[in-house]
């Protein structure tokens, strides 16, 4: 089952200027809502949730872009009511976070109060969407004609919604988000880029550690972010290590098992201070940035 | 010259002949040559027969908001001898995917009646129109004198359309390709130009996703002297932007491609150097994947910057303060919000010449880690700038009192573009509507001309709309109102609408019926997903004939609903090319 809101939802955005918009839709809208609202109340955190449930349209979407988990906060459960006297039934609506259904495809249904929901909203231009999160054109090369249509519109997709998918089929979308402690900027990574855990840290140190070594005098105004030196993240003698998140949810320690099977299984990663690392647990420990609710 | 004059002598009403032979048909001409604005010339030809003609003989350049207002025969009619058409075509919600596929906004029409009745055009402007390959061909072999393409936000075409412009126009000066929805093929358009041509002022193919040769861009950079704007896409790396530099020291305008490379040391260097020499760049653009280490090369060339768009680049709030130390002639400031609240003090501190400001989410969906911008940083920004009118605002919190703060400190906004990005998002300190800072701009800003509303909004926002704001030309609503009221209070108030765009609103047919006589002043209204029904939309379209209502209905909606509607005034009557899911009433 998918959790909360961070997938589905509105195609806004999504398709480009011309091509996909209702293939999108349609893709988006098999993933039935028919999963139901009372078992993500139930599991209190709504972390992903293994197969079954949805219809049988899911197949269709779940290979487009994965599952990806997430806690349900206050902000899911609406205290402002839409007042619009839409056709489309509004018992959807009562939680936030159900997807649109088969139907109501292109309308937008009940209170909206997650972006990712609604067609079109924000009003960001389907363009600027694509362009900052489509990998580059090279990596197309590798593709066929055929594949390159299909990864074209599966990124489509991917575009259109929180973007943990980081799908894994070979030549398809491969970045996931990147996550530090203390940093409130995440990034992404290409994973495709990288053939062994050794490079993709490199690249993560790169990218959040700032390594000087590259240019020397880049002038006066040059500095490091990050006061302290990291060595690697991956053998545990850096004040931080590399997290990732697996389809199931749960928070794992990078390079415990092969590259493969890391590659499709991880939905996101997440660099954290060692001291807090500490028995990591599925859905226990991590992601102290966001709020959390912890019902029954 | 003289045919033209013979109009003037033939027209039969006597008083205009006592009134002509005081005031020469060469001066009338000679003085109407000179209004370039389009308002301007409307406004001249409605004087008389004689200043209708004298106008219509003597404009070049047409300028057409929506393609259906009228048809390129009445346009071809016209004006016989027009060499520049800028034209508009689908609703402006279709950036945001609410048009359907193949809405139409085709320019092949146009072009076959532009090669026969005006083969002498030279420049073409698109927003929002489709345009095909063969479009593409078509003109590129129809207008021999043809100088000037720029498409933004079209769609329906590849890079296949671009080699045969590039091919053919012989007299290219421009050919701007700016946020298309392209089917990029590949690069070798770009080899199309021939190796002796050199006359190209403006290439901007930042639009487009694949390599191209390199070399040939080289050459072709390095022999056209004149070349003032050049904007590279995110192929060409940070090693091969100073080897385009070092050939075009004269640019006006510079897009970088990809901005983080590793560079070695002396590449660094070379990179500097070569932008120390580019003294004429005033606007700047691309800068994708910023690696901030590297700004500090350009610092040299931003002295004279007055346009840095930074809206690829995402670029944190201190990377931000440094680079913008460097730039303290800037007047328009396109930026991520990953820079937050702390780099927008940061423009603050050292943009005091801030004329625009647009600030775009990084990841509009994402709301677990990136916390944007949220009202501090728009404050920050207003106490420094006064001169800041126009502003695009991407949020995630925003608060009455903020905005009335903003205002205050800026009351000449013409433009105010505001989107808490949750819908109907109360005022995150006191929980209530966003009502009092929209009446707050509208009160204050009297010059304002567009207005973007958004957050949790009741009627009382467009009571104070139609109350206050009477320059107002184009307002866009989304998720707002309490009923029909609020749209008839906007309807009524405001003189100078134009252009009303409104998805997911309670507003019906009885809000749509009030503006029945407005809209045939206004360009175009569109409302989807509010509460309006066919029969509301027949009623309009059988009430007001010089009016289009078009009408998207939505698989599975209920038949009386009109899920999307678009009403534009024309001259030309029901298109006769809309698809099938488009109804016209």
């Not at chain 1, 890391?262 to 966001?290: K, Q, W």
């Not at chain 2, 289009?548 to 024309?570: C, F, L, P």
Request: charged share 25%.
């Amino acid at each position: 089952m998918e959790g909360g809101l961070c997938l589905l939802g509105g195609s806004g955005g999504g398709g480009g200027g011309s091509s996909g918009v209702s293939t999108n839709e349609s893709a988006v809208s098999s993933e039935a809502t028919s999963y139901a609202a009372e078992s993500e109340l139930e599991l209190g955190l709504a972390l992903s949730l293994g197969g079954g449930g949805g219809g049988g349209g899911r197949a269709k979407a779940s290979t487009a872009w994965g599952e990806c988990g997430r806690i349900l906060t206050a902000k899911d459960f609406p205290s402002v009511v839409s007042n619009r006297t839409n056709g489309v039934p509004s018992s959807a609506a009562a939680v936030s976070g159900i997807k649109r259904t088969a139907d109501s495809v292109t309308h937008e249904g009940g209170s909206p109060t997650a972006v990712s929901q609604v067609v079109g909203w924000p009003p960001i231009r389907a363009y600027r969407m694509n362009s900052l999160k489509a990998p580059r054109a090279e990596e197309e090369k590798e593709m066929s004609e055929k594949d390159k249509s299909n990864e074209a519109l599966k990124r489509k997709i991917c575009n259109v919604n929180k973007t943990n998918c980081g799908v894994n089929e070979k030549g398809h979308l491969g970045f996931v988000k990147v996550n530090v402690d203390g940093v409130a900027i995440g990034r992404k990574v290409d994973l495709n880029a990288h053939a062994c855990y050794e490079t993709l840290a490199q690249a993560l140190e790169d990218m959040f550690f700032r390594n000087p070594s590259a240019i020397n005098p880049v002038g006066p105004g040059a500095e490091k972010e990050q006061a302290t030196k990291h060595s690697r993240l991956l053998d545990g003698s850096s004040e931080f290590v590399l997290t990732y998140e697996d389809k199931e949810g749960d928070w794992m320690l990078v390079g415990d098992v092969p590259w493969g099977m890391f590659l499709s299984s991880v939905r996101r990663l997440r660099i954290m201070r060692t001291s807090e690392a500490n028995g990591l647990a599925p859905g226990l420990h991590g992601r102290n940035d966001r709020q959390r609710t912890k019902p029954i | 010259m003289e045919s033209e004059l013979k109009r003037f002598r033939n027209s039969p009403n006597s008083e205009e002949l006592t009134r002509r032979s005081s005031f020469p048909d060469e001066v009338i001409e000679r003085v109407l040559s000179l209004f370039k604005s389009h308002k301007d010339r409307s406004a001249v030809s409605l004087v008389c027969k004689d200043w209708y003609n004298a106008e219509r003989w003597s404009r070049t350049h047409v300028f057409i908001g929506n393609c259906y207002s009228v048809s390129p025969e009445i346009v071809a009619r016209r004006f016989p001898n027009i060499r520049s058409v800028t034209l508009k075509g689908k609703p402006r919600f279709s950036d945001f995917n609410l048009v359907p596929l193949n809405w139409g906004a085709d320019i092949h029409a146009w072009l076959v009646v532009f090669a026969d009745e005006c083969p002498f055009l030279e420049e073409l402007r698109l927003k929002r129109m489709t345009i095909s390959d063969e479009s593409l061909e078509f003109l590129s072999v129809s207008f021999p004198n043809f100088k000037s393409l720029s498409l933004l936000s079209c769609d329906g075409f590849s890079t296949n359309g671009l080699s045969a412009i590039a091919t053919h126009c012989k007299n290219l000066i421009e050919l701007d390709i700016q946020e298309n929805g392209i089917d990029d093929r590949g690069g070798s358009w770009l080899s199309c130009f021939p190796e002796s041509f050199t006359l190209l002022e403006v290439l901007n193919f930042a639009n487009l996703t694949s390599d191209i040769n390199f070399d040939v861009l080289e050459r072709l950079v390095s022999r056209c002297k004149s070349l003032r704007v050049l904007k590279v896409n995110q192929s060409i790396s940070l090693e091969q932007l100073p080897r385009l530099l070092v050939h075009a020291p004269q640019l006006t305008e510079l897009g970088t491609g990809s901005f983080s490379q590793q560079l070695t040391f002396p590449q660094y260097e070379e990179l500097e150097s070569a932008f120390s020499s580019c003294n004429n760049i005033h606007t700047l653009s691309g800068l994708w994947d910023v690696k901030a280490i590297y700004l500090p090369a350009l610092y040299s060339a931003c002295t004279n910057l007055t346009f840095l768009n930074l809206s690829y680049a995402a670029l944190q709030g201190g990377e931000l303060a440094k680079l913008l130390r460097h730039c303290p002639r800037l007047q328009r400031l396109w930026v991520m919000d990953t820079v937050e609240d702390k780099g927008l003090e940061a423009v603050g501190l050292n943009c005091p010449l801030l004329e625009e400001l647009r600030v775009f989410p990084l990841d509009p969906y994402d709301e677990e880690i990136a916390h944007g911008v949220t009202e501090a940083g728009f404050i920050a920004v207003s106490c420094f700038c006064p001169r800041l009118h126009y502003v695009l605002y991407f949020c995630r919190q925003m608060t009455n009192a903020a905005v009335a703060t903003v205002v205050q400190n800026c009351p000449n906004f013409t433009h105010f573009r505001l989107c808490i990005m949750n819908p109907r998002q109360p005022d995150c300190t006191t929980g209530e509507p966003m009502d009092e800072a929209f009446g707050a701009v509208v009160k204050t800003c009297t010059k304002l001309q567009r207005l973007s509303v958004s957050g949790l909004l009741t009627d009382l926002t467009f009571e104070y709309i139609g109350k206050y704001a009477k320059n107002l030309e184009t307002l866009s609503v989304a998720f707002a109102g309490s009923s029909d009221w609020g749209m008839q209070c906007v309807l009524e108030g405001c003189p100078k609408l134009r252009k009303l765009e409104i998805r997911d609103c309670p507003f019906g047919n009885k809000a749509l019926l009030s503006g029945l006589e407005k809209y045939e002043s206004m360009r175009s209204l569109w409302m989807s997903a509010c509460n309006v029904t066919m029969n509301g939309c027949r009623l309009l379209a059988r009430v007001m004939p010089r009016l289009n209502v078009e009408v998207m209905k939505e698989d599975g909606s209920d038949d009386s609903q009109a899920d999307k509607v678009y009403v534009y005034r024309s001259v030309a009557g029901p298109r006769r090319d809309a698809p099938p899911s488009v109804q016209t009433l």
